[in-house]
């Protein structure tokens, strides 16, 4: 862990600054969500289980190796480290993933049956790497809910190879997973995803 220590400081301010962010917009109440980042190709660092996102600090970041496991003893990672995990060994790319309990992603996953919500239409599907077109269908997999994260881990695994063509999906009732090469990046797909997220609903709401 000592050679990591300088990119562990660098990725922790990130996350740090992320998570303060994400907090203002309301999308991490009531100590809700996870955030981590690539430290090398088998371990990350991530939020500790139940800290608050809007008063984050140096102790609240974590490194974990690829089983999940803490690297240091006596902290305790969140049960959803595993879905972050799954993320990075699918694809060496994913440098960072953020996992946010929105309003938007919670009531569009609950207000849309079936196993993914089709976005078309939107200027701003523009904002997802291979989309050049408004006219293109951004299609984000949507997954029931599940308190058994290893169960809800191997359904991501099963349906998308591990990540989606969309860097993102959505847990029913529950929020949003989003990831990419670092945490500028991710932040950007979160507020594409959420800005999205709110369109389909508002047009959802004056359909007759
Ligand atoms: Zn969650």
Redesign the pocket.
């Known amino acids: 862990m000592e050679h990591l220590q300088g990119v562990f400081f660098e990725r922790t301010a990130e996350l740090i600054a992320a998570g303060h962010r994400l907090y203002q917009r309301g999308w991490l109440p009531a100590t ?2 996870n955030l981590s980042a690539r430290l090398d190709h088998r371990r990350f660092a991530i939020t500790v289980s139940g800290t608050h996102k809007g008063t984050l600090t140096d102790q609240d970041i974590m490194a974990v190796n690829e089983k999940g496991h803490a690297l240091e003893p006596g902290m305790r990672p969140s049960a ?1 480290t595993l879905l972050h995990v799954a993320l990075y060994l699918a694809d060496p790319e994913v440098g960072a993933v953020l ?1 946010v ?1 929105s309003p938007s992603a919670t009531v569009l996953s609950l207000a849309t049956p079936g196993e993914r919500v089709r976005l078309s239409g939107f200027e701003l599907i523009k904002a997802f790497p291979g989309h050049t077109s408004h006219d293109e269908v951004l299609e984000v997999p949507i997954f029931d809910n599940d308190q058994h994260i290893p169960r809800l881990v191997e359904a991501v695994n099963a349906r998308a190879g591990g990540t989606p063509a969309v860097p993102g999906y959505l847990i029913r009732g ?2 949003l997973y989003a990831w990419g090469p670092d945490v500028a990046r991710t932040m950007h797909y979160l507020e594409a995803f959420d800005f999205l997220f709110n369109c389909q609903l508002q047009l959802g709401a004056s359909q007759p």
């Open positions: 809700s969500g959803e996992h309990h529950h929020g």
